[in-house]
């Protein structure tokens, strides 16, 4: 149980087109997402903590237009990054905040993480 | 400013001796902390949590201490095994529940 996926795993676009990337909690509703990047080599850099049904809030830095983070239902949460540019190819990743009392043994479980690419 | 800093990028131990990582802290006050393993192109892997009123939690051959005051967690892998060769992180929870990453250590245990 608490498994989290994203979609799609690796994706390729050119400069100035958006990309959706999905972030699924698929046995367990969550109530909180959280969007993380990583660049190479580097540790998990939080970007905003994703709450249902309402908006999300982003951490310092991070520009919130250009990240739109839409957590529609206590399933699933997505990131769209708007008019890509090189410099935002990396690894995203999502996590999910399992219910309290659920008998889960994490706080947060984490997706396979999705390798954007931007030419 | 909050720094999270564990010890060194990359460790490399003899398979069967104890590997010995640390994570150091400033200006930050972890509701818990947390270790995670982290393969090549995948997400982390959840390892041990240890809360801000425990000194120390085990797991099989893993172990992990929490020291407040000085502001550090030290995890440890005995018995090390070339399939414990990873990135280990340690993260710091807020009490929202957000967490920030460490630097990242990589671990390689040599046959």
């Known amino acids: 149980g608490a498994v989290v996926s994203q979609h799609p795993s690796r994706v390729i676009c050119k400069s100035g087109t958006s990309v959706k990337i999905e972030c699924r909690s698929l046995d367990f509703q969550a109530t909180t997402m959280f969007w993380y990047r990583q660049f190479p080599k580097q540790s998990l850099m939080l970007m905003a903590t994703?709450?249902?049904?309402?908006?999300?809030?982003?951490e310092q830095g991070v520009e919130k237009d250009k990240f739109l983070i839409n957590h529609a239902s206590l399933t699933l949460s997505t990131l769209t990054v708007t008019s890509a540019h090189p410099e935002d190819s990396s690894f995203y990743i999502c996590?999910?905040?399992?219910?309290?009392?659920?008998?889960?043994?994490?706080?947060?479980?984490f997706g396979p993480g999705t390798r954007l690419t931007v030419l | 400013s909050q720094k999270i800093e564990q010890n060194s990028e990359a460790l490399n131990i003899q398979e069967g001796k104890t590997a010995t990582l640390t994570c150091n802290y400033t200006n930050y006050s972890p509701a818990y902390l947390q270790w995670y393993r982290q393969d090549p192109g995948r997400g982390p892997v959840f390892l041990l949590l240890i809360r801000e009123n425990e000194k120390e939690k085990r797991k099989e051959r893993l172990k992990v201490t929490f020291d407040t005051t000085l502001k550090q967690s030290l995890f440890h892998i005995t018995a090390s095994q070339p399939a414990d060769s990873a990135t280990y992180l340690c993260a710091l929870a807020n009490t929202g529940n957000q967490f920030y990453f460490g630097t990242g250590t990589s671990l390689t245990v040599i046959p």
């Open positions: 994703s709450n249902e049904g309402s908006k999300a809030t982003y």
């Open positions: 996590s999910a905040e399992p219910p309290a009392g659920g008998g889960f043994t994490d706080t947060q479980y």
